[in-house]
């Protein structure tokens, strides 16, 4: 988990080291960049399948952060986010999100983004059953521009799982977390 940690942190200080970097030379050129810092909650619904053929969804709250950058029509994010839900002793979610912006008003923009991440969760059972599994996600919103420092928006993830575990006799496959989102991103200006 420390080693996961490492890698998260040193990609970010590379993909920041890379945006903050400036020469006299590239100074002639104005780039509009915004630094990104972002709270996000939701509601998530979560299919599990047991063998036998019977499926459940299992409903999740959650709240995250996340960190970037931003230009006129790309976010990137870091993300992390705790899911709360009975059924789990722990879940949660860490990746990155490459989103592009169709700037469609200069008062607000619709996005879609694609992503990739970890899904580390624990099952409240007898065995403790454990998730660790790569999650493959989509995202869709509208975001609303609050002025210069600030943006609110609305959106819908999907993110795909295909993780399987064994309790006792029942084996579960877990498939998809389908979430509803809203955040407030505050803005920064690099240049």
Request: glycine share 10%; hydrophobic share 40%; net charge neutral.
């Amino acid at each position: 988990m420390v080693n996961k940690i490492g890698k998260v942190v040193m990609g970010l200080v590379l993909v920041s080291s890379c945006l903050l970097a400036e020469s006299k030379e590239a100074s002639k050129y104005q780039y509009d960049i915004n630094s990104l810092i972002g709270v996000e909650a939701g509601y998530s619904s979560f299919d599990v399948q047991e063998s036998g053929g019977k499926s459940k969804s299992l409903d999740l709250n959650h709240g995250g952060v996340k960190i970037g950058a931003e230009s006129t029509n790309y976010r990137l994010f870091l993300s992390a986010r705790v899911f709360d839900a009975k059924e789990f002793k722990h879940a949660r979610s860490y990746g990155v999100e490459l989103q592009y912006l169709l700037n469609f008003s200069k008062y607000a923009n619709l996005f879609f983004g694609a992503g990739v991440g970890k899904v580390d969760m624990k099952l409240d059972s007898v065995n403790n059953i454990k998730i660790d599994d790569t999650y493959y996600s989509g995202d869709v919103g509208f975001n609303v521009h609050l002025g210069d420092i600030a943006d609110w928006e609305i959106g819908a993830r999907v993110m795909g799982i295909n993780a399987s575990a064994q309790d006792g006799l029942v084996k579960y496959n877990f498939e998809n977390i389908i979430t509803g989102y809203t955040s407030i991103i505050f803005k920064f200006k690099m240049n």
